[in-house]
Every structure is written in C-alpha cells, then in structure tokens.
C-alpha cells in the first residue's frame, strides 16, 4: 500500500484544526489566527522539526515511519479509529488484508437463518447489503438483489429522499455524519487506487451536495454500535439497539437489530414476523 499524500495532508490540516490550545496545555492568547494548533506546535508535541510537519501538510513530505504516525497520534488527540486511518493514508495497511469481497461465507449464512427472532443483515466495508434474514427484509427492506449502488445503503441515503422517511427528520443529519465517516474509515483500509471506492465516493459527491459537504469534513470513525428509530408502516416505531460485529478482515460486517431493554420493540418485532415481510426502508445500519 501506498501513501495518498494529498488525504493525508488534508487529515492532518482537519485534524490540527480541531485541537483547541487548551487541550494540550497551551495557551490561545489573543493573537492567534486559527481556532486549532499551530503547525509548530503540533512537531513541538510529536518531536519533530515544524519543517518536516509543514512538508507533510503540503503533501510533498517524505512517508513517516509508524512510530512517527504514532507521535502525531498523540499530540492531535486522535481517537483510535482516527490513529489507525492516519496510519492507512501514510501507506501503513492494518496486518490483516481484505479477502471477502461481496460472496458471504457460508457460516454467516447459516447464523442469520438461525436468528429468526433477530433482524440481522450482512453489510460490506462500503455499505452494500450482502444479505438479510427474514425478519431483517421484513423491518428495513430487501435490498440484497438489486446490483451496484441501488444495494448501498450510503449510496440511497444520500441519492433518494424516500430512503429516509422511515426514520425520524430530526436525526438525519447524525445518521449521514455516521455513514460518511465509516465510509472515510473504509475507503482508507482498501487504499486511494481501490476502484469501487473511488467509484462510489465520486458518484456521491456528484450527486448529493450534502454528502461533499460532509466528506470534505474528514471526519472518521468505524460503527460498532449505536440506537435507531425506524417508523414502520405496519408496526408503528420501533426502537432497536444495533451491534455492529467485525470480521478479522473488515470488509463485511454483521449487524444486529435487538430490543433495548425495557422498550416494547420484541412486541413490534413479534408482530412484524406474523405480517410477513414489507419492503421498506433503506437498510440504514
């Protein structure tokens, strides 16, 4: 893997700039020009000349060494998820590479069809839907035969508005900072010269305004879990804790829609097995 010189100089700039002085122990005075770090500020806290830092923000340094991505780390406050994309953008791919593509293993299939009273689906790094269980198809929608971005469920949050109207109006703007930000975190894991990233990341920024906006923020963090409401026609709303369970790999992920504890989500869910599947909804994870 190679280093994208131009991502990283960008994480970088993004990531400098949202350090505010106070965080690391200095002082903002009433002179300085930008709300984050300074560039000498920044090689003063990871140990090296603000020479070599500016270079590296000018996408035209040298590739840094892992123990120096790591100093960096350290003195933007990166989380661990924004560390190991650092890592990736300077041409430092994770021990373990990408090998399952689209085809779903076996073993994952034969769990979702022993799951029939969890909704679960099989998603890829990019948010294509892979596969579904029953009870999955019947709460969010099958997906899993259309071809291309029609499965993505990135690609139709963005692309089309009535992907959305199964959940609430104003949690919208949480969920597309979350798929641009897993997308940000899986685009860097394949590489730049990955040709389906590039080729969805560029469809996106051609087609939605709000997405671009969104990528140019840089922002990255891998979903592992999280809480969402989704507004069924049949079974009114319905409240699902979703646990998000990565392969080795982390090219596929499996995802499950459980009740949070004392909500009447097993209720809903008990219905929606009885109706039968609806299609509906996006798939949002």
Do not use: K
Not at 72 to 87: K, M, V
Not at 160 to 168: C, I, L
Not at 203 to 218: C, D, K, T
């Amino acid at each position: 893997m190679t280093i994208d010189r131009r991502e990283l100089a960008d994480f970088l700039r993004r990531s400098r700039d949202r350090v505010r002085p106070s965080d690391v122990g200095l002082t903002a005075g009433s002179r300085r020009r930008t709300p984050g770090l300074r560039r000498e500020e920044v090689a003063q806290l990871a140990g090296m000349s603000a020479d070599y830092y500016m270079r590296l923000e000018q996408a035209r340094g040298p590739q840094p060494s892992p123990q120096m991505l790591s100093a960096l780390a350290r003195a933007l406050r990166l989380s661990d998820d924004e560390r190991d994309h650092l890592h990736l953008l300077a041409g430092h791919r994770p021990p373990a590479g990408r090998v399952g593509g689209d085809r779903v293993g076996a073993g994952l299939l034969h769990l979702l069809d022993q799951l029939p009273g969890t909704a679960a689906q099989v998603l890829g790094d990019l948010g294509d839907v892979l596969a579904q269980n029953d009870l999955a198809r019947s709460l969010l929608g099958g997906v899993c035969t259309v071809s291309e971005h029609g499965r993505n469920v990135i690609w139709r949050w963005f692309a089309d508005p009535a992907a959305r109207e199964a959940y609430p109006a104003d949690e919208h703007d949480h969920y597309s900072r979350l798929h641009v930000a897993d997308l940000r975190a899986a685009v860097a894991r394949r590489g730049a010269a990955d040709p389906a990233a590039s080729r969805l990341v560029d469809r996106l920024r051609q087609g939605s305004e709000e997405f671009a906006a969104l990528w140019e923020l840089h922002e990255v963090a891998v979903r592992r879990r999280s809480r969402m409401r989704v507004v069924h026609p049949l079974v009114g709303p319905v409240d699902l804790d979703c646990q998000v369970l990565l392969a080795q790999e982390e090219d596929q992920r499996l995802v499950l829609f459980t009740p949070p504890p004392g909500s009447d989500t097993a209720d809903r869910l008990a219905l929606l097995r009885v109706v039968g599947t609806e299609r509906f909804g996006s798939g949002v994870r």
